[in-house]
């Protein structure tokens, strides 16, 4: 008995060492400002070592003060590109849900609605890019398309995949507790299916952006894609990048933003 008890505490005072001698993860924030020291210290050594002209490579700092003297532009150009974005992330979450939810109610529905789904990612997004200009015009419409066609095969995928995968221990508990097919969907394929959806609004979240982007590419008169090929073209190279930064920015924020809000929403995700 004496044994056992001695055997015991020795387990538990391992564990307890081994719990605080457990290395404390950084956070995320942090990480990512050192990784962006990182790579700005890295740029500089570039521009220097290289002597990279600033038509070609601009130096941080120059990027910097290009940030503060066009300030204004700069940010009416980014929320014209923050809206089409979080629009196309509405709208393509939007008919990403509703055609898995389709696809898993009405099972002949799938034969049909599958090659659309290969076809929003078979065909290029710049081959879209000039049919939607002209069916929906030079305007934020068109953007807001082109985001969520991006996005519409990742959401569409990680929702089916979830929903139907649903354990069947599950699913069986309920039927014999007498749950509709509307209270199985609502109180149990949904919940099990959100973890997998989860993953992917955050590939969505990150992709979105390149739908937006290239649509003011193909044509318009604002946003930061439109700014950057007007700073390319005039070869203002320190305001292109100035307009990059912010978009990465941009994208960086929307993704953490994102990524919170999920694990608050859905805390059983990891387990």
Same mark, same amino acid.
């Given at each position: 008995? $004496?044994d056992?008890?001695?055997?015991e505490?020795?387990?538990?005072?391992?564990?307890?060492?081994?719990?605080?001698?457990?290395?404390?993860q950084?956070?995320?924030?942090?990480?990512?400002l050192?990784?962006?020291?990182?790579?700005?210290g890295?740029?500089?050594?570039?521009?220097v070592v290289?002597?990279?002209?600033?038509?070609?490579?601009?130096?941080?700092?120059?990027?910097?003060?290009?940030?503060i003297?066009?300030y204004?532009?700069?940010?009416?150009?980014?929320?014209?590109?923050a809206?089409?974005i979080?629009?196309?992330?509405?709208?393509?979450?939007?008919?990403?849900?509703f055609?898995?939810?389709?696809?898993?109610m009405f099972?002949?529905?799938k034969?049909w609605?599958?090659?659309?789904l290969?076809?929003?990612?078979?065909?290029p997004?710049?081959?879209i890019?000039p049919v939607?200009?002209?069916?929906?015009?030079?305007?934020i419409?068109?953007?807001?398309?082109?985001?969520?066609i991006?996005?519409?095969?990742?959401?569409?995928?990680?929702?089916?995949?979830?929903?139907? $995968?649903?354990?069947?221990?599950?699913?069986?508990?309920?039927?014999?507790?007498?749950?509709?097919?509307?209270?199985l969907?609502r109180y149990?394929?949904?919940?099990?299916?959100?973890?997998?959806?989860?993953?992917?609004?955050?590939?969505?979240?990150?992709?979105a952006?390149?739908?937006?982007?290239?649509?003011?590419?193909?044509?318009?008169?604002?946003?930061?894609?439109?700014?950057m090929?007007?700073?390319n073209?005039?070869?203002?190279?320190?305001?292109?990048?100035?307009?990059?930064f912010?978009?990465?920015?941009?994208s960086?924020?929307?993704?953490?933003?994102?990524?919170?809000?999920l694990?608050?929403?859905?805390?059983?995700?990891?387990?």
């Amino acid at each position: 008995m $004496n044994d056992l008890t001695r055997s015991e505490a020795v387990a538990h005072s391992t564990n307890g060492q081994a719990a605080t001698t457990r290395p404390r993860q950084m956070n995320p924030v942090m990480r990512l400002l050192i990784s962006s020291v990182v790579i700005l210290g890295l740029w500089q050594l570039v521009v220097v070592v290289f002597e990279m002209p600033s038509f070609i490579l601009p130096a941080p700092a120059e990027v910097f003060l290009k940030l503060i003297e066009r300030y204004d532009v700069l940010l009416k150009h980014t929320w014209v590109t923050a809206q089409e974005i979080l629009l196309g992330l509405l709208l393509g979450l939007s008919m990403g849900l509703f055609f898995a939810l389709q696809m898993l109610m009405f099972d002949p529905l799938k034969r049909w609605l599958l090659p659309i789904l290969i076809a929003s990612q078979a065909i290029p997004v710049f081959a879209i890019a000039p049919v939607l200009m002209l069916w929906l015009g030079y305007g934020i419409a068109s953007k807001v398309v082109m985001a969520a066609i991006i996005i519409f095969f990742p959401v569409t995928t990680c929702c089916y995949d979830g929903l139907r $995968n649903t354990p069947t221990g599950y699913l069986d508990l309920a039927k014999t507790m007498g749950a509709s097919k509307w209270q199985l969907l609502r109180y149990i394929q949904l919940p099990a299916a959100l973890p997998t959806l989860a993953s992917g609004i955050r590939v969505a979240v990150v992709i979105a952006p390149i739908g937006a982007v290239v649509g003011e590419w193909v044509g318009s008169s604002e946003g930061l894609g439109y700014l950057m090929l007007q700073a390319n073209a005039r070869m203002i190279i320190d305001e292109m990048f100035a307009a990059l930064f912010i978009l990465a920015v941009l994208s960086i924020s929307l993704y953490f933003i994102t990524d919170k809000l999920l694990k608050k929403a859905i805390p059983w995700e990891n387990q």
